[in-house]
């Protein structure tokens, strides 16, 4: 974290976040450490806002079960949302979510790591 004084802003080199806010984040961060999670999440975002069950999303590499508790974990924290239709229950990214995964993923591009 930087100083910032008073009334200046931020250059985006700031952050300041509350107590609710890191353990906020830190739950996102540690959710995505999953690999499994993390491929789910990035299947998603390709599909730019469309729906996919359960078992259009089941190609993995875990079983259907796994992958539905994998997307509950995602919900859980806001990354997606649901909808049920009878049985089925389909999945899509969270609002906003997929411009922010786009820029960390191009942010890290320019990094070159």
């Known amino acids: 974290m930087c ?7 931020c250059d985006g080199t700031c952050l ?6 890191m353990v906020w984040w830190s739950n996102v961060f ?3 450490g999953d690999p499994v999670r993390l491929q789910l999440l990035i299947h998603l975002a390709e599909l730019r806002g469309a729906e996919a069950a359960v078992h259009e999303l089941a ?3 875990v079983s259907q079960a796994t992958v539905s508790h994998h997307l509950k974990r995602l919900r859980c924290i806001g990354l997606i949302e649901s909808r049920r239709e009878g049985r089925l229950v389909y999945y899509r990214l969270g609002e906003g979510v997929r411009s922010a995964l786009m820029q960390i993923l191009h942010q890290r591009s320019q990094v070159g790591v």
């Open 3 to 9: 100083q910032r004084g008073a009334g200046a802003t």
């Open 16 to 21: 300041e976040l509350s107590a609710a806010d």
């Open 30 to 32: 540690k959710t995505l």
């Open 59 to 61: 190609d993995v590499g």
